[in-house]
């Protein structure tokens, strides 16, 4: 006995160097006067806390396994300026409890990135589309308010980047007085479901007449007064199922894809249809 204990002994200095260095939490302001220069400096596993107004865009690129937690009123002011949060390349991210506000263009975009999380933000007052997602994977947009957007609200389409994202996550979000879309998408594997979209100019959620189009998910959302109709889907093999939609200007669901199911969806006060289905093998 008395030998492992000195094995274990003279082990234990080599463990103790070889083991990585401790996550930090930084905070703005503090440890830095700005969330930008909070993420530049910030390395793996750290968690930054950001209290109070910021002026300008932050940009988030190149960087993995982080988490930027806003309390106190924490914001994100473009100033009119081209967008307020830019994420760019990076994985692994959980971004919760900003405003991103008064931008000349997207309030949000996510670029060439995985495993990003949107939560419990607000987003308002932007030029272009609330939140813009291109060539990514496995983003997801949740507990988050969306409202006065000069485009869609949520945007999963190809404005950002020329190809879609894939494989996304958007749900319980608030979504309300968009000028275009509440909730624009294509590529596959989405799931959009829990939403409220509301107040709408066009259509509330849509899934754009894409190649890439294929088994999205469209369940439980809540669409009420949009101009045009509450869901429209193009592409193959969707599900929507178990939505309510009250006051479409026009088709309350109208589908033109192939193989899609439609099921137990409630619908009221449509200005034409309450279901337009066409293309082939598709089922109400």
């Known amino acids: 006995m008395r030998s492992l204990l000195v094995v274990l002994t003279a082990a234990l200095p080599v463990l103790l160097v070889a083991s990585p260095a401790w996550a930090k939490t930084i905070k703005v302001p503090g440890d830095f006067a700005t969330p930008q220069a909070a993420v530049d400096a910030a390395q793996p596993g750290d968690k930054i806390v950001f209290l109070?107004?910021?002026?300008?865009?932050?940009?988030?690129?190149?960087?993995?396994?982080?988490?930027?937690k806003g309390k106190k009123g924490a914001s994100v002011n473009a100033d009119a300026g081209s967008h307020a949060l830019v994420i760019d390349g990076s994985s692994d991210l959980v971004i919760s409890g900003i405003e991103f506000t008064n931008t000349g263009d997207d309030g949000v975009t996510v670029r060439d990135s995985n495993d990003v999380k949107i939560s419990k933000c607000r987003v308002n007052h932007t030029g272009g589309h609330g939140i813009a997602m291109g060539s990514s994977e496995r983003i997801t947009v949740e507990k988050s308010t969306f409202e006065d957007c000069g485009l869609d609200a949520i945007n999963l389409d190809v404005d950002l980047t020329g190809t879609a994202p894939t494989d996304c996550l958007v749900t319980k979000n608030l979504v309300r007085r968009?000028?275009?879309?509440?909730?624009?998408?294509?590529?596959?594997?989405?799931?959009?479901?829990?939403?409220?979209?509301e107040a709408i100019q066009n259509i509330g959620i849509?899934?754009?007449?894409?190649?890439?189009?294929?088994?999205?998910?469209?369940?439980?959302?809540?669409?009420?007064?949009?101009?045009?109709?509450?869901?429209?889907?193009?592409?193959t093999g969707h599900t929507i199922e178990k939505n309510k939609i009250d006051d479409a200007g026009d088709d309350g669901i109208r589908t033109h894809g192939d193989n899609c199911t439609v099921s137990k969806n409630k619908i009221s006060g449509s200005g034409d249809d309450g279901i337009d289905?066409?293309?082939?093998?598709?089922?109400?």
């Open 52 to 68: 109070g107004g910021f002026i300008g865009t932050l940009t988030i690129a190149g960087k993995s396994d982080l988490s930027i």
């Open 206 to 235: 849509i899934i754009d007449d894409s190649a890439d189009a294929s088994d999205i998910t469209i369940a439980k959302n809540k669409v009420e007064d949009t101009g045009e109709q509450g869901i429209m889907t193009y592409g």
């Open 178 to 197: 968009t000028d275009d879309d509440g909730i624009d998408a294509t590529g596959s594997g989405h799931v959009i479901e829990k939403n409220r979209v």
């Open 277 to 284: 289905l066409s293309g082939t093998g598709s089922t109400v």
